[in-house]
């Protein structure tokens, strides 16, 4: 009975033994998958960074007036040798924030390596110069100082000359009204922008566009400049004067002498 015992006690001890052996194995096996599966991603990640596959394979840059496609770019830190995963769009959007005039971002992304970006600027009316040195005159009444990296961008923007510190602002706000703004396109048709008097309004101004017309009214007619475009359509001569009429949407052709 005692060997019966035994016998039976080691064939449960054998069997234990060889349940915990194969469960070793399994485990030593599960193990080695996993080293080679991790291998193999490690492998294969690599294989894709060194690899033109991960690079940027287009870039778009849209809404940007005062800053260039390649200013934009540089201060993302982009180009068509960077790493496409290596550019989330919260980074991408932090950096180019710190740009003095960027207040919005919007970055879109697809799988297949294409980032757009596009940008808001804060609208610039023109500059002036103050102190020897140049301002924008932002849309809000603002100023900020252009820094000499920027110097040949206010070419692209009216020259401000001769308004008070009040009068800046009052003219920011004549081409910011609301419903009636005037068109960045139609900005950069300006060449200067110049405070005028009349006998029945002392708070005039003359607008000089690129083309050589030149533009009088008030502040309040600013707005009428979205129709300059519509108004060349018609328009005869070179160098011409207009009287600038907000309530009736027109630009009257009127002798240049009469506001001399």
């Known amino acids: 009975m005692e060997r019966l015992d035994t016998f039976i006690q080691d064939d449960v001890e054998a069997k234990f033994l060889a349940l915990e052996n194969k469960k070793r194995?399994?485990?030593?096996?599960?193990?080695?998958?996993?080293?080679?599966?991790?291998?193999?991603?490690?492998?294969?990640?690599?294989?894709?960074?060194?690899?033109?596959?991960?690079?940027?394979?287009?870039?778009?840059?849209?809404?940007?007036?005062?800053?260039?496609?390649?200013?934009?770019?540089?201060?993302?830190?982009?180009?068509?040798?960077?790493?496409?995963?290596?550019?989330?769009?919260?980074?991408i959007?932090?950096?180019?924030?710190?740009?003095?005039?960027?207040?919005?971002?919007?970055?879109?992304?697809?799988w297949d390596g294409n980032i757009s970006i596009h940008v808001k600027e804060d609208k610039v009316i023109g500059y002036y110069i103050t102190d020897n040195e140049n301002r924008l005159l932002l849309g809000d009444g603002s100023s900020k100082s252009v820094s000499e990296q920027n110097l040949e961008k206010i070419v692209n923007f009216p020259l401000i000359d001769g308004f008070s510190d009040e009068q800046l602002k009052n003219l920011a706000k004549a081409f910011t009204k609301k419903g009636d703004e005037v068109q960045d396109s139609i900005i950069a048709m300006i060449s200067e922008i110049l405070p005028?008097?009349?006998?029945?309004?002392?708070?005039?101004?003359?607008?000089?566009?690129?083309?050589?017309?030149?533009?009088?009214?008030?502040?309040?007619?600013?707005?009428?400049?979205?129709?300059?475009?519509?108004?060349?359509?018609?328009?005869?001569?070179?160098?011409?004067c207009l009287f600038m009429m907000a309530d009736e949407g027109t630009m009257p052709k009127m002798d240049c002498d009469s506001f001399e």
């Open 196 to 240: 005028h008097e009349e006998s029945y309004d002392k708070h005039a101004v003359k607008i000089v566009m690129q083309d050589g017309n030149t533009l009088y009214g008030s502040y309040d007619d600013i707005s009428v400049l979205n129709y300059y475009l519509q108004t060349l359509k018609s328009l005869e001569g070179n160098h011409v």
């Open 93 to 110: 959007n932090m950096k180019l924030k710190k740009l003095d005039l960027i207040n919005k971002v919007k970055v879109n992304r697809s």
């Open 25 to 91: 194995k399994r485990k030593r096996r599960r193990r080695k998958i996993r080293l080679v599966c991790a291998l193999a991603i490690l492998i294969s990640v690599t294989l894709y960074f060194i690899s033109d596959a991960s690079k940027i394979k287009t870039l778009e840059v849209e809404g940007n007036i005062y800053y260039s496609d390649q200013q934009i770019l540089d201060q993302a830190n982009l180009s068509y040798d960077s790493r496409y995963i290596l550019h989330p769009t919260f980074l």
